[in-house]
């Protein structure tokens, strides 16, 4: 019975990642599709649990939930509010949309069903100690680049929005 | 046909054994906030030089029953332009991630939900989902109390989740594991990791005290200023939800406190008793949780830039240097803790000792730039 439980999360997963997706394009309130991102958010933790990455899940929801949307949410509240017609990019560039959707949904579909016979990706005691291998020690100086290249952004962004003294 | 615990097939064991831990949680959150609040209201009164609730049952015990099932029987009022369904949705955003925070607590050995490996790091996961309910409330309700009341409490718990963080992560650097399990027995006998980091478990706490909304920290329901932030438009049932989740983050970080810092269920007569780790952790946890009210009791609110500097300028270099001073002396000596207690206490000391002198320098430059400005 429990064979069944796998799919059928992987299955509701996947409505609640695309459903949520759609919704945040589709929606008219810009409060709604922030919130149906983060529903978005939860989702792909949910698959990461699934793939037995339960750190990489928990950090998805860390950062994403808990601080990019509610960042999102911080504009949203100071920006004027005017309601939007529905669907506002489906009906002027509908055909332009599917032009490119096709095209890669097509390529997508061709290479997952590659995958079909991969052996599953979920580990013995959890992915802790293989994921903090990789990036402080296989992958040391790319981490160290990209904090150094993040510490340069926030003195930038802190120069920025510094106010002269008086 | 395989055979899981008290005989019962797994495919039944499995989901009933789900049911009775979310009942039970459920009934924590709820028989901890109704203890909470008489505490609570007992205590501030024995501060404040009055006697309490008396009147209601033995001591005033029954007191909070009567407020909760007035609380019930209220009715559930919606003003006509706030936002539906973010105004229903926020007090279960902030209520259910609380909730889920019981699963990894360790109340004794063998008696936890589940043993996560990355068990402390799920827990300040759900903390920060918090923000997202409260900002919610906040700009659902379409009133400008409510809405300054989320955006404040969106600054202040983003920015005290850092300090909050790094105070964690040197106690997971000395300990080595992030389960929660693995930390609660880490610590046997009186070998508390308080001995060892005294300086993270305060940092620990006055983000946690940012953290759960409490006083001094309390700027998000500041009723002198904003009415009451985010709850100014909930009443009934839908505000006592987010008094619940309050209470109930109260305990969630008291017991973190307590295991980490304190042994967990660590006591006299353990090793015999298991089931006695129960009380132990119970009795620990709700100390900490009568510190906060302590310092509820006590302690002044701060303002809304004195908190933010209080975060930026102090606890995060503070924790920073903490966190670096530890780990670079858990790699110089990797046999013995010493060193590493050695430097947190001296770190601790100089951090309690200089900022009286901080504040007072601040005090005479003030002083400094008003008598400038009068002449």
Not at chain 2, 15 to 21: E, V
Not at chain 2, 298 to 317: A, E, F, G, H
Request: hydrophobic content about 55%; charged content about 10%.
């Amino acid at each position: 019975m429990f064979d069944i439980l796998e799919p059928a999360f992987f299955a509701l997963l996947t409505i609640g990642i695309v459903g949520s997706g759609v919704g945040v394009v589709m929606a008219n309130r810009i409060t709604t599709s922030a919130l149906l991102m983060a529903f978005a958010f939860l989702n792909v933790a949910g698959m990461f649990l699934l793939l037995g990455a339960e750190t990489i899940a928990f950090f998805q929801v860390l950062i994403y939930v808990g601080a990019i949307t509610v960042l999102i949410l911080y504009g949203v509240m100071f920006t004027p509010q005017s309601p939007r017609p529905y669907g506002l990019f489906f009906q002027t560039q509908k055909w332009w949309a599917a032009l490119l959707v096709v095209p890669i949904a097509i390529f997508v579909a061709v290479v997952s069903f590659q995958f079909k016979d991969s052996p599953s990706a979920g580990t013995k005691g959890g992915d802790l100690l293989p994921l903090a291998t990789s990036v402080f020690r296989d992958f040391a100086f790319p981490f160290e680049v990209a904090s150094v290249l993040l510490l340069a952004a926030m003195v930038g962004a802190i120069v920025l929005v510094k106010r002269d003294e008086e | 046909m395989p055979v899981g615990p008290f005989g019962l097939d797994p495919v039944i064991w499995a989901p009933l054994r789900l049911i009775i831990a979310v009942l039970l949680a459920v009934g924590l959150v709820f028989n901890g906030a109704l203890a909470q609040i008489y505490l609570e209201r007992k205590i501030q009164a024995i501060i404040q030089d009055r006697l309490g609730p008396l009147h209601t049952g033995p001591w005033g015990l029954l007191q909070t029953f009567a407020d909760a099932i007035k609380l019930l029987g209220k009715e559930d009022i919606r003003a006509r332009l706030t936002d539906k369904w973010f105004f229903l949705a926020a007090p279960s955003i902030v209520f259910s991630p609380m909730l889920a925070s019981y699963v990894v607590i360790p109340f004794a050995p063998g008696i936890v939900g589940a043993d996560l490996s990355v068990g402390l790091l799920y827990l300040t996961t759900l903390g920060s989902m918090t923000v997202l309910g409260i900002v919610i409330a906040g700009w659902a309700s379409n009133n400008k109390y409510s809405l300054i009341g989320g955006l404040r409490s969106a600054g202040q718990l983003i920015s005290y989740e850092v300090p909050q963080i790094l105070s964690l992560v040197t106690v997971v650097l000395v300990v080595g594991t992030l389960s929660m399990v693995g930390i609660a027995e880490s610590q046997p006998g009186w070998q508390m990791n308080f001995l060892v980091l005294p300086l993270a478990f305060v940092t620990y706490f006055i983000a946690g005290l940012a953290e759960t909304n409490r006083n001094p920290f309390d700027l998000p329901e500041a009723e002198s200023e904003l009415v009451a932030g985010f709850l100014t438009e909930y009443s009934g049932m839908r505000w006592a939800i987010f008094f619940l989740a309050e209470y109930g983050e109260v305990t969630v970080v008291s017991s973190i406190v307590t295991t980490l810092w304190f042994g967990a269920w660590h006591g006299p007569f353990v090793e015999v008793f298991p089931l006695l780790g129960v009380l132990w952790f119970t009795l620990k946890t709700y100390f900490f949780v009568l510190v906060f009210m302590w310092i509820r009791a006590t302690l002044p609110r701060l303002r809304i830039d004195q908190l933010m500097s209080l975060c930026w300028k102090v606890l995060i270099p503070l924790t920073l240097v903490n966190l670096m001073v530890t780990a670079i002396l858990l790699l110089a000596f990797p046999t013995t803790l010493v060193p590493v207690a050695i430097a947190n206490w001296i770190l601790l000391a100089g951090f309690v000792l200089a900022l009286p002198y901080f504040q007072r320098r601040r005090l005479v430059a003030l002083r400094e730039r008003l008598r400038t400005a009068a002449a």
